[in-house]
C-alpha cells in the first residue's frame, strides 16, 4: 500500500516506484509463492497482494478510506484459490497484478500533470520490462531462445564451472559459459559476453543479465536467477551440486 509521504513526481520517481512495486510482486508469485500461498486463506475476508515501492510485498484487507489513496489491487483473490488449478490462479493473479501496476503508475502520472510526452516515455520504459505474467509463467522465455543452446550446454556444467569462476575472481558472476571463450582476452570476452547474454531475464524479478552481478543457472527449468533473488551466495554455490529454483522446488510441494 501507500507508504507515507512517498509521491513520486517525476517519469524517472514514478517509474523506479513501478519497478519497485514490480519486483515485489515477482517475489510474491515465484520465489515466495509457498508463502503467499498460505497467506491466501479461502476462509479470511476478502484479500489483496500489494507489491510495495521497496521491492517487498504483502496480502492485506483492502484500504477502508473511499475513495482509496491510491487504486486498489484486485479484491478477493484468495476466495479462487482451491477453485482452480493452482498454475491457472497464480495467472490469474499476475494478470491482475499488471492491470494494477498499470494503473498506479497511471494515477501518479495523472495526479501531478504528465503531458503526452511524458505520459508516452513512462509507458515505454515500463514496456521495456517483460510483464509480471510474463516472467512468472515463462512467457518472457522466446526472448531467450537464441541463448537456448548456450543454456543446454552449460546446464550439466553451470555450477561447478561457473561456482569456480567466482571463486578465483572473488565475486564474479556466474553465468552461461561458451565454447572456445578460453581464447578470447578479458575485452572482447566481456564485450561478447554483454552481446550474447544481455537480454538474459532472471527468472525471479525479470531484469537483464548484467554481468557484475553474481547469478546461478536451475537444473530442471533451466532458467538463470540473480543469487541475490534466489538469496544464493557465491561461498553457498560451491556446495550445490544440483540447484533447483523456489519455483521448482515448490511445485513438488504444492497442490496440482
Not at 498460505?38 to 484487507?61: I, R, T
Not at 505474467?133 to 522466446?142: H, L, R, S
Not at 548456450?150 to 571463486?167: A, P
Request: net charge negative; aromatic share 8%; charged share 35%.
Amino acid at each position: 500500500m501507500l507508504e507515507r509521504g512517498y509521491n513520486p513526481r517525476t517519469v524517472e520517481e514514478v517509474f523506479r516506484d513501478f519497478k519497485g512495486r514490480r519486483t515485489g510482486l515477482i517475489k510474491a508469485l515465484t520465489t515466495d509463492v509457498e508463502e503467499f500461498y498460505q497467506q491466501c486463506d479461502p476462509e479470511k475476508e476478502n484479500l489483496c497482494l500489494y507489491g510495495l515501492p521497496s521491492e517487498k510485498w504483502e496480502v492485506n484487507l483492502p484500504a477502508e478510506e473511499v475513495p482509496p489513496e491510491l487504486p486498489e489491487p484486485a479484491l478477493g483473490i484468495n476466495f479462487a484459490r482451491d477453485g482452480m488449478q493452482e498454475k491457472d490462479w497464480l495467472s490469474l493473479v499476475c494478470v491482475h497484478s499488471d492491470a494494477w501496476l498499470l494503473a498506479v503508475a497511471f494515477y501518479f502520472g495523472s495526479r501531478f500533470g504528465f503531458d503526452k510526452a511524458d505520459r508516452k516515455r513512462l509507458f515505454n520504459m515500463m514496456n521495456d520490462l517483460p510483464t509480471v505474467f510474463e516472467v512468472v509463467t515463462g512467457a518472457a522465455k522466446p526472448q531467450q531462445k537464441e541463448k537456448s543452446s548456450v543454456s543446454n550446454h552449460s546446464s550439466n556444467k553451470s555450477k561447478s564451472s561457473s561456482k569456480s569462476r567466482t571463486s578465483e575472481t572473488m565475486g564474479k558472476i556466474s553465468r552461461p559459459e561458451r565454447k572456445g571463450e578460453e581464447g578470447l582476452d578479458e575485452d572482447e570476452e566481456e564485450e561478447d559476453e554483454e552481446d550474447e547474454h544481455g537480454e538474459t531475464l532472471c527468472g525471479a524479478c525479470g531484469d537483464n543479465y548484467a554481468s557484475d552481478e553474481f547469478w546461478i543457472c536451475c537444473d530442471l527449468c533451466e532458467k538463470w536467477f540473480h543469487g541475490k533473488c534466489v538469496k544464493i551466495t557465491p561461498a553457498k554455490a560451491e556446495h550445490i551440486k544440483h540447484y533447483k529454483c523456489p519455483s521448482c522446488t515448490s511445485n513438488k510441494k504444492l497442490r496440482p
